[in-house]
């Protein structure tokens, strides 16, 4: 079936440096994919639509400043956190539409120090 | 707009015992449903999923959840939970159309006591 994968799985960086997350469909294309945030002990909510050749779509409340999603070809979206500060440590996943069915992927944990 | 409640944020139950959790959803249309596991530091494993065919869906492990469109419910149900089950549970709606995000229950926390 179809697969999407996420990397890193794992990732600690220093409070100002930033942090770029990949998501891949494996095995499909992707014109969309979501990017969801998950704070500890919380439910997953979408932060924003990520759209292949154009811009993302942000919910609201979310800095697209901060958190820059490129989607540059219709197999990878990637996230990447800037200025990373203790309070973006969080549980981010990512997923992809194929056909009727949504898949998730491994999901990164970022820690920031 | 499309949205789930989960009506337990806890619930402890005795291992052997049936397990239930309720979730209510309120969609403008026909939604697909769906429950979600999580256990702890893991991600997103899917457990079942309606899709409008048969109302009572079996999904992995034992599990499984029946669709009510009069009550607008898709509570999930154990007839015998297991340690392993302990884990967050989330009920989840699709969005308004099809390939768009889906939309997450705030989720309810499984424990299982020996």
């Known amino acids: 079936g179809a697969v999407v994968s996420q990397h890193p799985s794992r990732v600690i960086c220093k409070s100002g440096t930033s942090v770029k997350i990949e998501c891949r469909s494996l095995d499909f294309q992707a014109t969309t994919m979501f990017w969801y945030r998950q704070f500890p002990k919380k439910s997953l909510m979408l932060m924003a639509t990520?759209?292949?050749?154009?811009?993302?779509?942000?919910e609201q409340g979310v800095e697209k400043d901060k958190f820059l999603i490129n989607h540059a070809s219709l197999t990878l979206s990637t996230l990447t956190v800037t200025s990373a500060h203790p309070e973006d440590s969080s549980f981010y996943i990512c997923?992809?539409?194929?056909?009727?069915?949504?898949?998730f992927g491994e999901g990164s944990w970022l820690t920031v120090v | 707009a499309q949205s789930v409640t989960q009506l337990d944020s806890h619930v402890s139950v005795s291992e052997g015992t049936p397990v239930l959790l309720r979730c209510n959803y309120s969609s403008s249309y026909s939604p697909s449903l769906f429950w979600y596991v999580q256990h702890p530091n893991k991600g997103l494993q899917l457990l079942l999923k309606y899709t409008s065919a048969a109302t009572l869906v079996k999904g992995i492990n034992g599990f499984e959840a029946e669709f009510k469109k009069s009550e607008t419910s898709f509570h999930l149900t154990k007839p015998s939970a297991h340690m392993s089950d302990a884990a967050e549970y989330f009920c989840?709606?699709?969005?308004?159309?099809?390939?768009?995000?889906?939309?997450f229950g705030k989720g309810t926390t499984l424990s299982v006591s020996s």
């Open positions: 997923s992809a539409p194929a056909g009727n069915t949504i898949y």
């Open positions: 990520s759209n292949e050749g154009s811009k993302a779509t942000y």
């Open positions: 989840v709606v699709s969005g308004a159309q099809a390939g768009t995000a889906l939309i």
